[in-house]
Structure formats: structure tokens, C-alpha cells
């Protein structure tokens, strides 16, 4: 139907806080920079860990986190880091 990202409910699973692919990466940002309360950061990761849709992204965020660290601690980015964060942007946006 859609491809808003959104898995739809299937109903097999109950209590505790099961995030969908929109809040978890909504949530992305917060949960690299440790911002999240613990259930909530455990939420995140759980899906991120079995989510094969948000992984990717996870893994994009998380590099690209990487390189603006890098390049707020230091003044220059390590070559290989910026080259990887140039070629996923390529391909993202592909
Ligand atoms: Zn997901």
C-alpha cells in the first residue's frame, strides 16, 4: 500500500513499549546522543536490532553523527569517515 515506514500492528506482541519504525527513527538523534531515558532507549534499540527497514538508516545516522563529531573536536575529519558519509548520502538520496 503505502511506503510511509510504518509496519502495520500484528498484534503478536504485547506490553512493554514497542516503538514503530516512525518513533524510533524519530527518536534516532536522542538515542545516539544518550538523551533517552532508559525504557526508551532500550525501546529504540530493541528495534533497531530487529528491523531490517531502519537499520540502514540507523547505521547512516549514526555515521554521519560520527563525522559532525568529528568535526566539532577536531578541525579535520578523518578521510575514510567522510568519504563513507559522502558515498551512503549519495546513495540515500539515489
Ligand atoms: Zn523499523
Known sequence: ??????????????????LNCEE???RVYEYLDGELDTGEH?????????CRRCYPHFDFERLFLDYVHELGSEQEARPGLKDRVLEMLEAETR
Open 1 to 18: 500500500m503505502s511506503e510511509s515506514g510504518t509496519h502495520p500492528p500484528d498484534g503478536s506482541q504485547s506490553g512493554g513499549q514497542e
Open 24 to 26: 524510533s527513527l524519530a
Open 42 to 50: 532500550d525501546a529504540v534499540r530493541l528495534h533497531l536490532e530487529k
